[in-house]
């Protein structure tokens, strides 16, 4: 099944799901996010992604503490 942004809340939630497989899922949502900007975009809809991002971020915090702090550390 392909997860979207929508899904983020859903996928912390998950029960059966390893920590693990929550960040990977979680990354790869950002990853997505970011692919599907291009030259063409304009600022606000990199800012948005950017918000989105750091959201995603937050919440792999919330699962794995030390990935979340590096990642919100070394945020573009």
Do not use: P, Q
Not at 1 to 14: G, H, L, N, P, R
Not at 20 to 38: F, M, Q, S
Not at 41 to 57: A, D, G, L
Request: hydrophobic share 35%; net charge positive; glycine share 2%.
């Amino acid at each position: 099944m392909k997860y979207t942004y929508d899904d983020i809340e859903k996928i912390a939630e998950f029960k059966s799901w390893s920590d693990k497989k929550k960040v990977d899922t979680l990354l790869a949502i950002d990853a997505d996010l970011y692919c599907n900007l291009g030259i063409e975009s304009s600022k606000t809809e990199r800012e948005n992604v950017k918000v989105k991002s750091r959201k995603i971020y937050r919440l792999i915090k919330s699962i794995d503490e030390y990935a979340g702090k590096i990642l919100l550390r070394h945020e573009r």
